[in-house]
């Protein structure tokens, strides 16, 4: 064993000790979700134009967001976790994207 | 050969006597990991990458819905108001709510406390079978009006929309029928990602019964968290699969000028 054995990661500056998260800490987030649901139905009811998907997603990924953060408790987990998460997202919109822009180019000139 | 096994494993007093060497062995801290901690973080990283695997097959889904609302928005637009906007915001409120008691749940196994964990656990379960039963709701409503992708599919409320006896105005813009009939595309699109969701919330409701009886057992309230957190993960991924397809199929396209 040399002396910078560390199994529980503690030594590390990445190391991120456990967390309890608070009733009070979950009560807040169900209320914004709640609050922020009825706000993308108000939303969905007035005209407008094209931004009604927008202001929709918008509002979806925030939910995500804090549903991530906190539901899934990322906010409190270490660097690793974090960028784990991090990376399946971004991988996600790599595909995302590149499949989008092969049906977008493909009738290229055509139109 | 025998000596490269002896060279490797060497036969110890451990070995030997085992049962003078009874180890405790906690479920929180298995004998192949070091530490508690290193096992917690183990169980994470694990299912997470279980979870990245779930946003690249729901991510399909999505994709196919993005391109095909692209190419025949029209048909999207006037099926997407067959869809009942109380009945998914509801929906969305329960779902919400159940995760809220799941992340309770994960509290009251943290802080050892075993009929609240068992509580929260029966009313995630209760709130998960109450989003089911809307959706089955939803479900038959589709199969009365023939809105079932298929043989029996019936386009005609597309082709010819009924007027709205107050305004005296067509309740829906009228499709050609050529995109009336992609207007199965988005129906198709919306049983397979909601009923996919669907099924991702049944087999969830079968591991909370599972979990339930073990919590009961008090398996779970005793130091040994992480089957609920990680199932809590799983749970809360699938409320954030809903928070995309509510706005996406109900919402966007709205259009409050008919």
């Given amino acids: 064993m040399s002396e910078f054995h560390d199994p529980s990661n503690v030594l590390n500056p990445e190391h991120a000790d456990h967390q309890i998260i608070t009733p009070v800490t979950y009560g807040m987030v169900f209320l914004t979700l709640l609050i922020f649901t009825g706000i993308t139905v108000g939303a969905a009811y007035v005209d407008l134009g094209i931004f009604n998907p927008v202001v929709a997603l918008a509002i979806a990924s925030f939910k995500a967001v804090v549903v991530i953060l906190f539901f899934m408790h990322v906010k409190y987990q270490s660097n690793l976790i974090k960028l784990t998460v991090a990376a399946g997202f971004f991988t996600f919109l790599v595909l995302i994207t590149m499949t989008m822009s092969d049906y977008i180019s493909r009738a290229w000139g055509l139109w | ?258």
């Fill in chain 2, 1 to 258: 050969m025998d000596n490269a096994i002896v060279a490797t494993r060497p036969h110890t007093h451990e070995t030997a006597v085992a049962a003078e060497h009874e180890h405790v062995v906690l479920p929180q801290h298995r004998h192949h990991f070091e530490t508690k901690e290193q096992q917690r973080e183990a169980a994470t990283f694990g299912m997470w990458l279980f979870l990245l695997t779930e946003i690249m097959f729901f991510g399909g889904l999505f994709f196919a819905y993005l391109l095909y609302r692209n190419w025949y928005h029209d048909a999207f637009v006037v099926s997407s108001n067959q869809l009942s906007i109380p009945l998914g915001a509801a929906n969305t409120a329960i779902l919400i709510t159940s995760g809220f008691f799941m992340a309770l749940g994960v509290w009251a196994a943290e802080v050892q406390k075993k009929s609240l964990l068992v509580l929260f656990l029966v009313l995630t379960t209760v709130f998960g079978v109450a989003f089911l039963g809307i959706k089955a709701v939803e479900y038959h409503e589709k199969w009365e009006k023939h809105h079932i992708p298929g043989s029996h599919f019936d386009v005609s409320e597309f082709i010819n929309p009924p007027v709205n006896p107050k305004t005296g105005k067509l309740t829906e813009k009228p499709l050609a029928p050529d995109m009336a009939q992609k207007t199965q595309v988005f129906f198709f699109l919306y049983f397979a990602m909601t009923g996919m969701h669907a099924f991702h919330m049944i087999l969830g409701i079968g591991l909370l019964f599972w979990l339930t009886w073990r919590a009961n057992r008090g398996e779970f309230s005793a130091g040994y968290v992480a089957p609920i957190e990680n199932f809590g993960l799983y749970w809360h991924f699938v409320d954030i699969v809903w928070l995309f397809l509510f706005p996406l199929l109900y919402l966007i396209n709205r259009h409050p000028g008919y």
